[in-house]
């Protein structure tokens, strides 16, 4: 260490931070890490911007002295390196407590699930044993009144909409529009606004619109996930059930409540298409592998309740054709180790297999609990241990439990992205995430 006295002034400027501590430019760039947010040339010179969108800042800069914050008013010089760690703090915010409430609304669906399946069993069960009985015995009457299905069906779905809100109300949280680096933007495009003509003309490098970074768009793709999800389960139950009325002539004049499958279930395959679509965009093939599985299972279902119908078969054939498509896109995707990726192989090939058979075959409990067997992961998103975090090269946070570093080799359970390492050294392209253990 040189003292004050000792330096010369022009070689080595003095940067005087908010705290009252002052440092040489030299001492404060390492401590800083400016490099992490600047290119360099041959000769050490800045002359450039680092892409700083697929890793975490470390933390936010502190004095070495007194571990003060440094303020972006103290000196511009490391305002890049201030507003990244800023960004950086709240997209692990972001990240943690997104994936908290994910893993809530998940349990919840299996919760409804459950029951929706259980409580139709018995439903289309009674329905189908009444239905072969003389209808115009007293004790089938008798039967009819204590069944009551239309009550039955007014009551089925309350807790599931009520869920569907709360993974909508998720969903809005969680939109690009609220993301953490859109937030901020905004905040400075708004802040720029405020001041006069002259001085907005002076700085036309603020602009409009900001790119999603990956890391926060894998939250919100999760979201768009479960809301799939519980919509496909509650199509299932619908189209489950009205098959079964229509196919009964004691039944025919029970109506299910809400609007008919014929105006909902397209408006769920479009949905479902696009965000098929944008989990391979997004280097998201988990996600979408099940978002194909979706759509296929309601396709196979839908064709099934239309020619049941005697109406509308040719647009439910042209849904079979889109999901088989779709299994064949998860087919590839599968091939990328991703957590699970087997598991969701066979359940990609078993509901292949489904739309193969002829609409009339009826699916069974079996062949759909194979699927559903085969599409378990176990635990789910990114859980809270001891261990330490770490990014994919895609910018996918991950953990490693026991010691916290990397002991084997791995893949990303997101994108498929070799993780891990050998004898503590983790592979090229994965950098560590200490943020996320504060």
Request: glycine share 6%; hydrophobic share 35%.
């Amino acid at each position: 260490m040189k003292s004050y006295g000792e330096i010369d002034l022009n070689d080595t400027p003095i940067v005087v931070l908010g705290c009252g501590h002052f440092f040489t430019t030299e001492t404060l760039d390492g401590h800083m890490g400016i490099a992490e947010v600047y290119t360099q040339d041959a000769h050490g010179e800045y002359n450039g911007l680092q892409d700083v969108s697929a890793i975490l800042a470390r933390s936010v800069p502190r004095c070495a002295d007194c571990q003060c914050p440094v303020r972006q008013y103290s000196t511009q010089r490391f305002n890049r390196v201030i507003n990244k760690a800023v960004i950086d703090e709240m997209s692990k915010r972001f990240l943690v407590n997104g994936k908290e409430e994910l893993r809530s609304l998940e349990r919840q669906i299996v919760e409804i699930e459950h029951e929706l399946e259980n409580s139709r069993n018995v439903i289309i069960s009674s329905i189908r044993v009444l239905s072969q009985r003389d209808e115009s015995s007293p004790k089938t009457v008798a039967l009819w009144k204590k069944l009551d299905v239309g009550r039955q069906l007014e009551e089925r779905h309350p807790k599931a909409r009520k869920l569907e809100k709360a993974i909508q109300v998720f969903c809005r949280k969680v939109s690009d529009k609220n993301q953490p680096a859109l937030k901020l933007h905004d905040a400075t495009v708004h802040a720029a606004r405020q001041r006069s003509v002259d001085q907005m003309m002076t700085d036309l490098k603020v602009t409009d619109s900001v790119p999603a970074i990956p890391r926060d768009r894998r939250v919100t793709m999760g979201g768009r996930k479960v809301k799939t999800e519980i919509e496909h389960i509650m199509l299932t139950d619908r189209l489950s059930i009205a098959q079964v009325l229509k196919s009964e002539p004691t039944c025919a004049s029970i109506n299910i409540p809400g609007d008919a499958p014929e105006r909902v279930v397209p408006l769920f395959f479009q949905d479902c298409w696009t965000f098929v679509h944008e989990c391979g965009s997004e280097s998201l093939p988990k996600l979408g592998v099940e978002g194909c599985l979706y759509y296929a299972r309601i396709a196979r279902l839908y064709e099934s309740y239309c020619r049941s119908m005697n109406a509308g078969s040719d647009q439910a054939s042209d849904y079979v054709k889109a999901a088989k498509e779709l299994l064949e896109t998860a087919t590839e995707w599968c091939l990328q180790p991703f957590e699970n990726a087997d598991g969701l192989s066979r359940a990609v090939e078993e509901a292949r297999k489904l739309l193969d058979r002829e609409w009339y075959e009826e699916v069974t409990a079996e062949e759909l609990l194979a699927i559903k067997t085969a599409m378990i992961s176990g635990p789910r998103g990114l859980a809270t241990h001891s261990g330490h975090w770490y990014n994919c090269a895609n910018g996918h946070p991950f953990a490693i439990g026991e010691c916290g570093m990397p002991m084997e080799l791995a893949r990303c359970p997101e994108c498929g992205a070799p993780v891990g390492g050998q004898s503590h050294r983790g592979v090229e392209g994965v950098t560590r995430a200490t943020e996320m253990e504060d």
